[in-house]
């Protein structure tokens, strides 16, 4: 019995080292969550690539939707294919080609553009939509924290996973209002070698393609 209460006073100092609070304006934040991501978020740091499948399940927990994304980031450069879609960020604007329509938009880089396909980016620039709650640590390391929106939106939630180890990303959730939800599974995630035309859409190399710059 003895050794028993010794493991769980040791358990629950573990969670209160991690959550630890601090009361803002914007309520409570937990700085033992925010420094754990800070410290993952710097293993995206320099250039990284990796792959990210994307399921959504309904209410029911029934697929209805799958897409697997290729992802090169380099902050605050990004570049995104998936399907048929492709997303070009410099840093500065970002370009959407939408392949079958033979069309690319061009808009200015938003504080807003936190795209769920980019993990990295959300993980790299969370603090401004999202405060961060450290939930749990599971037998294997993964440390579970999860992101609630400051606005109202669609999902009351995204889920993170990271190795508690290596502190790379391994999934997120995006937990909607309605009970459906996102599942986001990073793989082959390595440093990468890139260059600035990586991060630009080549209009010269696509003559054909219509360019509807927003800027």
């Known amino acids: 019995m003895k050794k028993l209460f010794t493991i769980?006073?040791?358990?629950?100092?573990?969670?209160?080292?991690?959550?630890?609070?601090?009361?803002?304006?914007?309520?409570?934040?937990?700085?033992?969550?925010?420094?754990?991501?800070k410290k993952?978020?710097?293993?995206?740091?320099?250039t990284v690539s990796f792959s990210v499948s994307v399921v959504n399940l309904?209410?029911?927990?029934?697929?209805t939707?799958?897409?697997?994304?290729?992802?090169?980031?380099?902050?605050?450069?990004?570049?995104?294919?998936?399907?048929?879609?492709e997303i070009y960020c410099d840093g500065k604007s970002v370009w959407q080609y939408?392949?079958?329509?033979?069309?690319?938009?061009v808009n200015n880089l938003t504080t807003s553009d936190d795209d769920l396909t980019n993990p990295a980016k959300l993980l790299a620039n969370?603090?401004?939509?999202?405060?961060?709650?450290?939930?749990?640590?599971?037998?294997?390391?993964?440390?579970?924290?999860?992101?609630?929106?400051y606005r109202s939106n669609t999902f009351h939630k995204v889920r993170l996973?990271?190795?508690g180890k290596t502190l790379v990303l391994k999934k997120m959730e995006q937990h909607n209002y309605d009970s459906s939800r996102g599942e986001y599974t990073i793989t082959n995630f390595k440093n990468a070698q890139a260059l600035d035309t990586d991060f630009a859409f080549d209009t010269k190399s696509h003559p054909k393609v219509e360019v509807v710059d927003m800027r």
């Open 8 to 37: 769980l006073l040791l358990s629950i100092a573990c969670i209160s080292a991690m959550a630890q609070l601090t009361h803002t304006d914007k309520g409570a934040v937990d700085e033992g969550a925010n420094a754990f991501l």
């Open 40 to 46: 993952a978020a710097a293993k995206m740091n320099g």
């Open 58 to 63: 309904d209410a029911n927990k029934k697929e």
């Open 65 to 85: 939707f799958r897409q697997k994304a290729e992802v090169l980031y380099s902050a605050p450069r990004y570049r995104v294919k998936a399907g048929d879609l």
């Open 98 to 105: 939408n392949r079958p329509a033979n069309e690319v938009v």
């Open 126 to 149: 969370y603090q401004k939509s999202f405060r961060a709650k450290f939930i749990r640590e599971e037998d294997d390391g993964t440390v579970i924290i999860d992101l609630q929106p």
């Open 161 to 163: 996973f990271i190795n």
